[in-house]
């Protein structure tokens, strides 16, 4: 293979992969704990809480920050794990790429 057909096909490489993160990026993740509900983009910006006040007493305000958290963490893993399906075929042997 001669070295203008490999940084075509590299070049095709990059495109795909880009297409495959701004189809990520444009995806909604949706987190959830008990009563706590954080929708976030493929980019891991935070688009949306929701609480079940009706769950709620004012004295449980701790344990809604602990409940909100766990809901953010599930949807971060959710777009890491949707990351590692559509391009993980792109990064075989080199971890770490997004």
Known sequence: MNMQAIMKQAQKMQK???NEKNKIDEMVFTGSSSFVTVEMNGK???TNVTID???LDKEEIEMLEDMI???VNDAIKQIDKETE???GKYTQGM???F
């Open 85 to 87: 399906k559509r391009l």
């Open 44 to 46: 891991k910006e935070i």
């Open 16 to 18: 795909d992969m880009m």
């Open 53 to 55: 006040v009706e769950s």
């Open 69 to 71: 958290q766990v809901a």
């Open 95 to 97: 971890p770490g790429l």
